[in-house]
Antibody, heavy 122, light 112 residues
Framework: QVQLQESGPGLVKPSQTLSLTCTVS??????????WSWIRQHPGKGLEWIGYIYYSGSSYSSPSLRSRVSITLDTSKNQFSLNLSFVTAADTAVYYCARRAVVGGKGPFDYWGQGTLVTVSS | DIVMTQTPLSLSVTPGQPASISCKSS???????????LYWYLQKPGQSPHLLMYEVSSRFSGVPDRFSGSGSGTDFTLKISRVEAEDVGIYYC?????????FGGGTKVEIK
């Protein structure tokens, strides 16, 4: 059974960089067929896709966040990470990591982490 | 971006009764490979979302058969044949045909 677990600071100051890590267990991130993804949910709101990274290191992110988003892999630790720079209060949200099982570049998020709340405040 | 519109916003259902949620996309989700990339998720209170249905009508592993999905092109429906207490939460549809993934706004299902 694949499990994902987010970790990182729960409080980030405005204009700083939000950094989260997702640790994957029960499966290797260094394998084809999966996009390792980040999704967020503003308090009381719906879901917003942030971006993903493939085992090859190629990544793709939402155009609305692209200038501030960096997603990286650490295959030695079976982890992937999200950096979101120049954060504002609008980036306060629960951040989820998830595995997207893909064939031909398409597929569902089949496993999710439990989510971690990040608050942006001075 | 493809806009996903769900109705109703909320639903209050008597246990044992059916429930139906609609999801409409601003563009067709039918790909040239013949597959339709529409997914349904349920977020139970205090939990992360989990996958219910993929490619419109295929149930994910462990999903009870009281859940069914239907539709084509731009109009889709999730049905629960007999709602149980454990089905409460917010249901989201999501399109997977376009690289910029988008979700519906959610439908909250409560028990009367």
């Amino acid at each position: 059974q694949v499990q994902l677990q987010e970790s990182g600071p729960g409080l980030v100051k405005p204009s700083q960089t939000l950094s989260l890590t997702c640790t994957v267990s029960g499966g290797s991130i260094n394998s084809s067929g999966y996009y390792w993804s980040w999704i967020r949910q503003h308090p009381g709101k719906g879901l917003e896709w942030i971006g993903y990274i493939y085992y090859s290191g190629s990544s793709y992110s939402s155009p609305s966040l692209r200038s501030r988003v960096s997603i990286t892999l650490d295959t030695s630790k079976n982890q992937f990470s999200l950096n979101l720079s120049f954060v504002t209060a609008a980036d306060t949200a629960v951040y989820y990591c998830a595995r997207r099982a893909v064939v031909g570049g398409k597929g569902p998020f089949d496993y999710w982490g439990q989510g971690t709340l990040v608050t942006v405040s001075s | 971006d493809i806009v996903m519109t769900q109705t109703p916003l909320s639903l209050s259902v008597t246990p044992g009764q059916p429930a139906s949620i609609s999801c409409k996309s601003s563009q067709s989700l039918l790909q040239t490979d013949g597959k339709t990339y529409l997914y349904w998720y349920l977020q139970k209170p205090g939990q992360s979302p989990h996958l219910l249905m993929y490619e419109v009508s295929s149930r994910f592993s462990g999903v009870p058969d009281r859940f069914s999905g239907s539709g084509s092109g731009t109009d889709f429906t999730l049905k629960i044949s007999r709602v149980e207490a454990e089905d409460v939460g917010i249901y989201y549809c999501m399109q997977g045909i376009h690289p910029r993934l988008t979700f519906g706004g959610g439908t909250k299902v409560e028990i009367k």
